[in-house]
C-alpha cells in the first residue's frame, strides 16, 4: 500500500494527539508524519503508547538516550522474545551489533572497522563513480525515468554487495530477503509478513554459508577491504566472531546498507525537484553537495524510528520513565525540531550547521555513514549536472511502513 505525499511541511501544532497511538496509527499519519512530530513535540514530547512503550520527539532527548548506555539499552532480547518467539528472527535481529550492547558490541564493531576505512572506501569511490555513470549513460536516450528502479535502487545494492562479494545475478534475491527481514521489525507485523521473515533468515544464511565455504575453500579468491573475508578471518580467529555472528553481522550488512541509501537518494531527487530554487543553487555552487546530502538527510531521515530500553528508573523533558519501559526515538521528529533547527520545514541545502540524527549517535553511530554520504554526492552530483532539467511527474509515492520512510515510487520526465 502506498500513500502519496504533497503537503510534507509545517503547522500541526494544533493537531490532536491526545489518543495518538504507534500501534494504532492514523490513516494520514505518513503524508502528515511532520504535523504530528510538531503536535507531539509541543504537548506530549514523552508520548506514552498504549502497550506502556513511550515516543520521543525532542531533539535533545533523542541525543540523551543515544548517548547514556548505562542507562539505555539496545539489547532487544528481551523485547523480541514476545513478539518473534525462539524464531529464526529472533536469533537475527538479537545477534546483530546495531541490537547489542557492550562488550558483545564493543568486539563486533571493531571487527566492522576493517571495512569502512578510508582507505577501503578510497578504493570503492572509482566504482560508485563509474556505477553511476553508467545508469545516467541509460537514461541520454529516454524522456523520463522511474527513479525508484532506475536509479536510488540500484547504486547501494551494487555497492554493499561488492563490499560482501555477493554475485550479480544474486543481488534481487538478496534484496528480497532484506525487505522481508527488515519488514519484521515494523510495530505491527501480521502473520504472514512474520512467517515471510524467518523464511528470509533461513535462506539468507544458507546462502551466506556456501559464500563462506567457498571462501575458506579458496583464500586466494579473498580480497582485501572486502568485508566478507575481513568478518571470515576473524571467525577463523576462534575468539573473536562465532560462526552464527558471522552470518547476522553479514545479513545485517546488507540490509542496513542498501534500502537507507535507496530512500535518500530517492527523496533528495524528490525534495530537489520540490525546490527548483535549490537546484539552482546546487547549479551554482556546486561546492553545495556537501551540505545538500546533509539536508536531504535531516529532511526525510531514511530510518524514522530507533528504539533504546531504560535499564533503570529515569526522566526525560520531565516525564518519569519506569526500568524496563521502551522508547521509540523518532528521528524524523528530532530532525524537525525548531529548538535545534531554525526554520526546519524549509529545505535549504546551504543549511550549516546541521547536526541531524539520521545516523544515530553514540556508540551505534551508523557504521556506513561515510560511505553513505560518498554515495549521495556523487550520486546527487552528477544526475542534477548531466540532467538539469529534470521535473517531476507526480509527487513521490510513499509505502505505510513508519520505521523506514520509503519512497516506493517517483516519476520524473528528463
Ligand atoms: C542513508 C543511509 C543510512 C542511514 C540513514 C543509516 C542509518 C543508521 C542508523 C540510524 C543507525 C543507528 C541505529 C541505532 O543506534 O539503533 C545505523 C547503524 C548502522 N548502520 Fe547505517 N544507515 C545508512 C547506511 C548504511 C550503510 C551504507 C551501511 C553499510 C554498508 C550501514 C551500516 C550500519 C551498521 C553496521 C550499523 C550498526 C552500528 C552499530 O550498532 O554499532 N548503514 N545506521
Redesign the pocket.
Known sequence: MTTAIDGLAGGGVDLDIADFDLLNLPDDFVARAYEYFAALRANSPVHRNSDGSFLLTRYDDLVTA?RDTSVWS?DKKIDFRPKFGSSPLYEHHTTS??FCDPPD?TRI?KL?QAAFTRKALAALTPRIHALVDSYLDRLEDQRGMEVVADFSFRL?MEV?CD?LGVPGDDRELIRDWALLILGALEPVLSEAQFKDGCRAVENFKAYLRDQIKALKDNPSARREGEILSALVAAEEDGEKLTEIELLHQCI??LN??HE??TN?LSHGVHEMLRHPAQIALLRAEPGCIETMAEEV?RFQ???QI??RRALRDTELSGRHIPAGSIVHLM?GAANHDPEQFPAPETFDIARRPNRHL???LG???????T??RIEAEIAFGKLFTRFPSLRLEAPAKLSKRIRFREVTELKVAI
Open positions: 543515544y539496545s551489533l546495531v558490541h564493531r566492522f547501494p554493499v563490499m545485517f550488512m542496513a546498507g537507507t541509501s535518500m538527510l531521515a531514511p530510518i530507533n528504539n528521528i539520521s545516523f544515530g556508540i551505534h553511530i551508523c557504521a556506513g555513514n560511505l553513505a
